[in-house]
């Protein structure tokens, strides 16, 4: 008799599953670039610029981050 059933297919990476803030935070920490789903654009993210924390903006310019209450409480973080 065949065996029938088909091969798992692969999880979907966690980094695409909405995060909260600190879960992001971990990310940034490793290198990553941050997004929040609510910014829209994908120019618009959250990375470490050396020792600081830095928004990359559609303007290709980058700013310093300075953190909201709406970005400690926000739970759509995901990694690009």
Known sequence: MENTT???KEETTSDQT???FPQAMEKV???KK???IEWKDKEFYGF???EFLSLHK?????YKWIISDGDLNGDD???L
């Open 18 to 20: 909405p995060m909260n």
């Open 6 to 8: 088909s091969p798992k």
């Open 34 to 36: 941050i997004h929040k």
């Open 29 to 31: 920490i490793e290198g």
């Open 58 to 62: 559609p303007d290709g310019r980058n």
């Open 77 to 79: 973080y995901i990694v």
């Open 48 to 50: 470490l610029n050396g």
